[in-house]
């Protein structure tokens, strides 16, 4: 049967690897089991992190709900973190994710993870001199189904923003070695 939760982010992937003219490598790591109990996810995207031959700089983590969790906690010196409607307790730190790129997007009309508390996070970013910013998805629950076109283009938009400096090459395609789901 196949995993819903790996196949929602697919979309994600390919319009990243689309609008970027297949300049930039998508590797997806997800848990079939569902979410990333305290600790796990962070556990596994490091030890992901830590096999690649690329500076961190180079490096955009995006996830949803607990994915976009994982992501904050471990975004540390990468180049820039989308987070997809993220669980947030409100007591997350900021100060690791200095030096990166933070964005969060989130459906105003998610009643799973709060948008409120999304919207509050960059707040605490932004004072502690983060990157960060921000989007509502007008119209969007937290399953991201309500104008799924929306969510994929504001992801690729976002990844090539921050990995545009770093592209060797922004208009032609390039084949990459790691482009496989992943898991724990």
Known sequence: MADLRFLRMTPFAVEVRRRS????????????????PRGQGRAALDDFLSGLDLPRAQIVLAGHSSGGHVALAAGADCGGIIALAPWLSGS???????????????????????????????????AAGVSARFQQMAGAGHAMVQRPGQWHRAVADEAIAILLPHMANPNGPTDFPFERPLGP
């Open 92 to 126: 997350e730190p900021v100060e690791h994710l200095r030096g990166s790129r933070v964005t969060i997007l989130h459906g105003d009309r998610d009643r799973v993870t709060d948008p409120a508390r999304s919207a509050a996070y960059v707040r605490r970013l932004v």
């Open 21 to 36: 003219h297949r300049s930039i490598t998508v590797a997806q790591i997800h848990n079939p089991a569902g979410g990333w």
